[in-house]
């Protein structure tokens, strides 16, 4: 079974980074039939997608227009674990962050989503 | 405003059955796959149909899906308590390159 477990600060500065980390548990953030995504969600903005990070013989990264020029989606194989960073944060990047993956055998669905993290931009 | 256009409420009374409809284009659901998603209050979305009409396992019968052209619909039949949640539907967006979903259906069993 499939776990992913989230981790990082809720409360984050103006202009500061946020950075949130992914661990995976039961899968491989280096299997070659999944991507590993960043969801967030608040009341203003729905559910967005931010991101994904995915292994095809070399690491891909993909990122929502919105978000393109101040975030990084990285894997890190020795942890086993996939991170979101997100520069230059303003109140409006104020959101429920989840981390989900996607599977071929389960083609452009969501199925395995982290626990969920309130992040709070905030002075 | 998001990308895909849903009812922002739905509902129906125990035992009934009740469908949320998915507006989109021909850049999103017109040529990409649909999922659906239950929320319950305080956690993640769960995945409800995959592919326009596939179930997960565990998923009972009694929720369905479809799609037609640039619309897609969720049906839940025999309506339980238990179905009171919000829902939304996504699906890969060609233009935008991304991950689009709509805004949520909040379904009320009364």
């Known amino acids: 079974q499939v776990q992913l477990q989230q981790s990082g600060p809720g409360l984050v500065r103006p202009s500061q980074t946020l950075s949130l980390t992914c661990v995976i548990s039961g899968d491989s953030v280096s299997s070659n039939s999944v991507s590993w995504n960043w969801v967030r969600q608040s009341p203003s903005r729905g559910l967005e997608w931010l991101g994904r990070t995915y292994y095809r013989s070399k690491w891909y990264a993909n990122y929502a227009l919105s978000v393109r020029s101040r975030i990084a989606i990285n894997p890190d194989t020795s942890k086993n674990q996939f991170s979101l960073q997100l520069n230059s944060v303003t109140p409006e990047d104020t959101a429920v962050y989840y981390c989900?993956?996607?599977?071929?055998?389960?083609?452009?669905?969501?199925?395995?989503w982290g626990q969920g993290t309130l992040v709070t931009v905030s002075s | 405003q998001s990308v895909l256009t849903q009812p922002p409420s739905a509902s129906g009374t125990p035992g009934q059955g009740v469908t949320i409809s998915c507006s989109g284009s021909?850049?999103?659901?017109?040529?990409?796959?649909v999922s659906w998603y239950q929320q319950l209050p305080g956690t993640a979305p769960k995945l409800l149909i995959y592919?326009?009409?596939q179930r997960p396992s565990g998923v009972p019968e009694r929720i369905s899906g479809s799609k037609s052209g640039t619309s897609a619909s969720l049906a839940i039949s025999g309506l339980r308590s238990e179905d009171e949640a919000d829902y939304y539907c996504?699906?890969?967006?060609?233009?935008?390159?991304?991950?689009?979903f709509g805004g949520g259906t909040k379904l009320t069993v009364l």
């Open positions: 592919a326009n009409d």
């Open positions: 996504g699906t890969w967006d060609d233009s935008l390159s991304a991950l689009v």
């Open positions: 021909s850049s999103n659901i017109g040529s990409n796959y």
């Open positions: 989900a993956r996607v599977s071929m055998s389960v083609p452009r669905a969501l199925n395995y």
